[in-house]
Structures are given as C-alpha cells and as structure tokens.
C-alpha cells in the first residue's frame, strides 16, 4: 500500500445517497485502488440540520451494496479515529486556539440580520456583497463589554491580500486572490465548527493527500487552501468533478428518475451496473477495436484501466438512463444463474409451484431482463391465469378460440408430449384452413395473456401439462 496517497468521502448523513455522492465515492475509491492508496470514510454529522441518518449506517449500508470497500473509517477505526466529525471537537479546539495565537481569527458579534442588512445594502450600491470586517475593528474593551453582556459570537478568518495556487487534476493550476473574498465563519454560534474548518482541519489530521469532491466545492476552496497557506501547512492535490446534469442540462435532481440510489435500487439495478456506469461517465476508459462489450467491467477491473493523465475538465456530465439499461441487462446476463434466483427474490413474493420448470423460465428470460424489477411482469403470467377479454380479439382469433374448444380432446391426449401436441394442432388447422400465425397469437393469449413471447412449446413445459391444458380449455369471456 501506497501510505503517501490518501483519499476520503465525507458524507454529510441526510439519509440517503444521490448519484453525485455515489459518483464521487467511486472515484475516490477507484483512484485509491489504482494508485494503491488509502480509501477513508469520514462522516461530516456536526451541522444538526443535517442530520438525518444517525452514525450514516444508511450511507455506510449503501456503500458496502456498491462494493465500496474502505481501509479507515466508522465501524473499523484507523490510525486517525474518531471518523464521525462530531466525535473530534477537541481536534477543531485545538486548531482553532491555534489560530487564534497567530492572530488568524477574530470573534464576530455581527446577528444574522445585520449581516443580511449589510448585504442588501452591498448589493443595492452594486458592490460585492462580502462581510465589512467590522467586529475586525472592535476594541479589546468593545470585545470584553460584549462577552460581559454574554452576546454571542462566532469565530472569523481573517484573511490576507495575497493570492494562494492550488492544483486540480482536470484544470491544473488555478489562483485566488484573497482579497476577493470575505473573511469567512470557522465556528457556528453553538461552538461547533463549520464545513469548511472541520474539513481543513481533518484533511491535514488524516494526512490526506487528494481532495476529490464535486465541482460544485470549487467556491469553497479558495477559503480552505487560505487555511493550508496561512497556518503554513501542505495543500492536497485537487480534482473537482463535474456537476452531473438530466437530459436537459440541468443539475440532477429530484425531479430526475435515478437521483436517489435508492430509486435505482428499488427498481432493480445491479450495484456493479451502477458503478460500471458512472466510473465509465466523463472518465477515460478506452476500449479495445471498439468493442463496447469491454466496457462491461467490475470494480477490480475498472481500478486497473483508471487513467490519471487522461481527466477531462468539462463542468458538467449527462446523465443518460438509456446506457444504465444496456449497462445493467449486460450485468445481469454476465451474473451467474444461482446469484440471479437469489437476487430476484426481493422482487417476487409469490412461491413456484413447480421449482424445476419455474428455474426453466427464469433461465430464458435472465437475458432479457434490463432491471430486476421486470421479473414481476415477465413471470406474471406463471403464477396468474390471464383474463381475456372477446371483445379485444379479431374475428379470425374468436374462430381460433371457437375451433380450439371442439378439438379439446386431441389436445389433452398429447399435451403431456408437447411437440407431439403442437404437431397434431398445427396439421388439424391446416386442414381447417386456420392460418397458423391466428392459431399461435390465440395459443399464447390464453397461455400467458400475451401475444408475444416465449415458443407454445416452452409455455407449455414451463407451465406443465395440467395448467396448460386448463388454461387452453377455458373459454374466452365475453
């Protein structure tokens, strides 16, 4: 293990996981497993507006169905424990006294609405709205009379003029000067430290050396690598990823089928299709004489071909559902048969009555299937006698059904040897002048309720002699 190259995912536990999360741990992941690296979970639970999935055993759940396995963090340890961000208030302390010593902070006495006040004012002159610094200003007897009055306050970085560099991994350098922004929060009026210092704070704990998150932070970095250059520590290596976006171009939402991974989950989407499909989104997997069957690859495999020097900068990424069915039917042909009963089993209540011919169905529609879900339609007709209406048949299928009651007989004294059944229908309409095309579409109705689907022959193996001929016998309602 590469001890030098060290990544985290920073949940915040709201109770779910959208794909932007999912993508993002699976790039921090897949890079950690490529670079053999270090893979960290750690849990952002100090904002109590947030905090919705107590410990993130929802979040920490979903990552183990992903197969987002990690070397450090909640329910393992690590060298740099606790991983819940709430549990590490003596760390933030002790970098924050710290700051303070080096004249860094300042306390800011300023309520939520005069600071909203002086941005309205900001705004209304056409400037930009940043805060004045005027508690900077206070007087150490104006900050005594305060604390005396017991007013609360909250902790600012005062930041300097200069302008501070990082490096992005999809844009390369890229420099802000500080004078374009405001001094910003460190602690929340509780006493507990916001986003930004908690994680400038944890990043350096944990020694991380690559910050990978969604571009949507890049508004935030500029106050972090302040911290990193202002308290003279070593900045991480940067990669921001793009924003995912719907058809539309718009940012992924809850509007959009698939936001939450527990939609797809739900609707039976395999985790390795999941992941196979966003590792593949914006990312630069090559494959071989353009065969688009080599894209089908598990975690192991998609860590091994991951390319470092080939990261795009784009802002943004579609999220495209039609290549996540293709992705997730290829999955589910490549999982074996055995691991395919047991994963559908979450999707059938119903018990087979017979398990060797009902195995025999799911084996011939294991490579149709796009989701898990669609066994409940594509097995329905198993379990369900189909319900047929007259009035939605042709003339020629009411013949059809009509001619098929008087030669009953013939059918029950050979369906159990079904090719030998098909063969006598087949010839008998024929010489009724029934078109064979007619005799299937009715044969399969009444089977299955369908007029498309698997071969007479299949139904009436899978569904057996008895309940083929039962089905076959019962007349068509009016």
Known sequence: MNSAIRVRFAPSPTGFMHLGNVRTALINYLFARHMNGTFIIRVEDTDQQRLFDLQ???????LAWLGLTFQEGPGIGGPYAPYYQSERHEIYQRQLQECIALGKAYRCFCTVEE???????QI??????????SCLLLTASQVAQKLTDEIPFIWRFKLGNETVTIFDLARGNISYNLANFSDFALTRQDGSCTFIFANFVDDVEMEISHVIRGEDHLSNTANQAALYQELGKKLPVFWHL??????????????DFGFSLHDLRNAGYLPEAITNYLALLGLAFKCADGDSSAEIMSLTQLSSVFKVDHISATGQIKYDIEKLHWINQKWIQRISFNDFKERIGNFLNEKPYNEESFDALLKIIQPELITLHDIIEKTHFYFHRPKLDLARLTDEEKMVDAWLEII??????????PEVCIKILAERAKAASIQSKALYMVLRKKLTGHAHGLSIKELIVILGPQESYRRLSTLISE
Request: charged share 40%; hydrophobic share 30%; proline share 8%.
């Open 56 to 62: 993130a055993q929802g979040i920490l759940k979903d």
């Open 115 to 121: 600071l909203e006040k002086k941005r309205e004012r």
């Open 124 to 133: 209304a002159q056409k400037l930009p709205p940043r805060y004045d610094r």
């Open 242 to 255: 793009p924003i995912m976006a719907n058809s539309e171009g718009k940012k992924l939402s809850k509007r």
């Open 408 to 417: 009953m007989p013939a059918i029950k004294e050979t369906i159990a040897t």
